[in-house]
């Protein structure tokens, strides 16, 4: 897939199998007119790799809301050279933050808010994430 797509999105959580699932062999199957575009986590692609690329003029281009260095700030140096790059296009890890999506996520807040302070367990539709409890632990009875 890597050798016929002209754009590459990523769409995947991070964890230790897709860990660095983009790096340098990866890119070196991509077209040079390829644009690799990373919404999802900034561990996905091995944001090192992916500057050489670009600066090798090997990929065309890449769409970054996310960067590696969010969870680990020594790597804030190839943010930084990825971030003056023309040929990126960088959202500071607020790319689904639509004036549409923030507005269903305050409803939904809030109408969990309110079902408790009511004494209701919250509507199915809500994620409650209580990092105290191991997952898959109900929270609600």
């Known amino acids: 897939m890597l050798e016929e797509s002209d754009f ?16 340098e062999h990866a890119l070196r199957l991509m077209k040079g007119s ?3 575009i990373n919404t999802a986590r900034g561990g996905l692609v091995r944001d090192a790799d992916l500057l050489c690329a670009l600066r ?9 809301d996310v960067f590696e260095s969010e969870s680990d ?3 804030l140096p190839v943010t930084e050279r990825l971030i003056q790059l023309p040929n990126v296009v960088v959202t500071p890890h607020v790319g689904a933050s639509t ?34 409890r191991p997952a898959g632990t109900q929270v609600w009875p």
């Open 56 to 64: 090798e003029n090997r990929l065309a281009g890449a769409g970054l």
């Open 99 to 132: 004036v549409e999506g923030l507005n269903r996520t305050n409803l939904i807040a809030a109408q969990c808010a309110v079902a408790v302070l009511q004494g209701r367990s919250p509507p199915s539709h809500c994620v409650i994430a209580d990092g105290r």
């Open 8 to 23: 590459v999105t990523l769409h995947a959580p991070l964890n230790p199998q897709t860990q660095g699932l983009i790096d």
């Open 34 to 36: 390829s644009v690799l």
């Open 73 to 75: 700030p020594t790597l």
